[in-house]
């Protein structure tokens, strides 16, 4: 069994981290991980693409329904792209288009995988994963 180095919480990490979530794949670009960060950005902007080109919603949260706040979190950690989309651009999606669905679903799916490759970064730059 190999023994596991002590993990250290940096500021760097943090920032690193606040980085990667404002500019998707930017912290695997720092980190040095360049290849890594083209595939993931590829991957991101497919599925923005796709959701917008779908006429999908961009999740906000709407009084009375508390599940939409979870739906707003996720869509939300797209970070810069979502508040580009939703203040400068004021998509919103069009729920009568026939992709609706879809497109809501890649538009999410975008978001949370963001939220993954933030923890991916804070896991490369903390030490605990190579």
């Known amino acids: 069994m190999t023994e596991r180095k002590p993990v250290e919480h940096s500021g760097r990490a943090l920032?690193?981290?606040?980085?990667?979530?404002?500019?998707p794949t930017a912290g695997h670009f720092a980190l040095g991980r360049r290849g890594r960060a083209a595939v993931f950005a590829a991957v991101l902007?497919?599925?923005?693409?796709?959701?917008?080109g779908l006429d999908g919603e961009l999740h906000r949260v709407v009084p009375g329904q508390p599940?939409?706040?979870?739906?707003?979190?996720?869509?939300?950690?797209?970070?810069?792209p979502y508040?580009?989309?939703?203040?400068?651009l004021g998509y919103q999606g069009v729920a009568e288009?026939?992709?609706?669905e879809y497109g809501t679903v890649f538009l999410l799916s975008a978001g949370l995988m963001n939220l993954l490759l933030?923890?991916?970064?804070?896991d490369i730059a903390t030490?605990?994963?190579d």
Do not use: P
Request: proline share 0%; net charge positive; charged share 5%.
């Open 67 to 80: 599940l939409s706040m979870l739906f707003t979190l996720g869509a939300m950690g797209l970070g810069a």
């Open 15 to 23: 920032a690193l981290c606040l980085l990667a979530w404002m500019v």
């Open 97 to 100: 288009a026939a992709g609706f």
């Open 118 to 122: 933030v923890l991916d970064v804070w």
């Open 45 to 52: 902007v497919v599925s923005v693409l796709v959701g917008v």
């Open 83 to 88: 508040f580009a989309l939703r203040f400068l």
């Open 127 to 129: 030490g605990a994963k």
